[in-house]
T-cell receptor, first 112, second 113 residues
Framework: GQQLNQSPQSMFIQEGEDVSMNCTSS?????WLWYKQDPGEGPVLLIA?????ELTSNGRLTAQFGITRKDSFLNISASIPSDVGIYFC????????????FGRGTSLIVHP | NAGVTQTPKFRILKIGQSMTLQCAQD?????MYWYRQDPGMGLKLIYY???????DKGEVPNGYNVSRSTTEDFPLRLELAAPSQTSVYFC???FGQGGSPLHFGNGTRLTVT
């Protein structure tokens, strides 16, 4: 099945560092979503992007909807230990399409 | 609101046994989904439903069955468990309008030996 290209696959960083991850696709999406999965739990929505070029922040998180509609990135500033988890991007066509396409995830480990 | 509730949290099955993973949501969402998550492989869609009485196959439906008799419940059935079905299973729901985010349960960790 179709999947997004999400990179990097994993990151090992020191507390306080900034983090950047991205997703690219050969298809256009009308919505980009970023989820975080804490260990032992289900993914939880972090940021939703609905317009090409949109830049949205949620605390230390910033995400952008690429102008081509084929990519998105997520930045985390000044990482802290509780940022540990798996981050997933998801693209949705919208309209009559209700099945999101997920990236394979970026596993983030933050060393204190 | 409880959101999406999955039971059980953990289960060990022997090869050939059957079981039902339960999923319930209290958000009046029309759309519900079952995913499996294997290490490094992301989320793979097993089955989904756009409303009571309507279900459809996802990317990896073989070995599974679903039913949707009510808006709230979307159980996933494994008839003849196989080691390849060892995974973490997530149920999710959404309003289903284009761009609506998914709300996930906390998963069922299944081991088949």
């Amino acid at each position: 099945g179709q999947q997004l290209n999400q990179s990097p696959q994993s990151m090992f960083i020191q507390e306080g560092e900034d983090v950047s991850m991205n997703c690219t696709s050969s298809s256009i999406f009308n919505t980009w979503l970023w989820y975080k999965q804490d260990p032992g739990e289900g993914p939880v929505l972090l940021i939703a992007l609905y317009k090409a070029g949109e830049l949205t922040s949620n605390g230390r998180l910033t995400a952008q909807f690429g102008i081509t509609r084929k990519d998105s990135f997520l930045n985390i500033s000044a990482s802290i230990p509780s940022d540990v988890g798996i981050y997933f991007c998801a693209g949705q066509l919208g309209g009559g399409s209700y099945i999101p396409t997920f990236g394979r995830g970026t596993s983030l480990i933050v060393h204190p | 609101n409880a959101g999406v509730t999955q039971t059980p949290k953990f289960r060990i099955l022997k090869i050939g046994q059957s079981m039902t993973l339960q999923c319930a949501q209290d958000m009046n969402h029309n759309y519900m989904y079952w995913y499996r998550q294997d290490p490094g492989m992301g989320l793979k869609l097993i089955y989904y439903s756009v409303g009571a009485g309507i279900t459809d196959k996802g990317e990896v439906p073989n070995g599974y069955n679903v039913s949707r008799s009510t808006t709230e419940d979307f159980p996933l059935r494994l008839e003849l468990a196989a080691p390849s079905q060892t995974s973490v299973y997530f149920c999710a729901s959404s309003f289903g309008q284009g761009g609506s985010p998914l709300h996930f349960g906390n998963g069922t960790r299944l081991t088949v030996t």
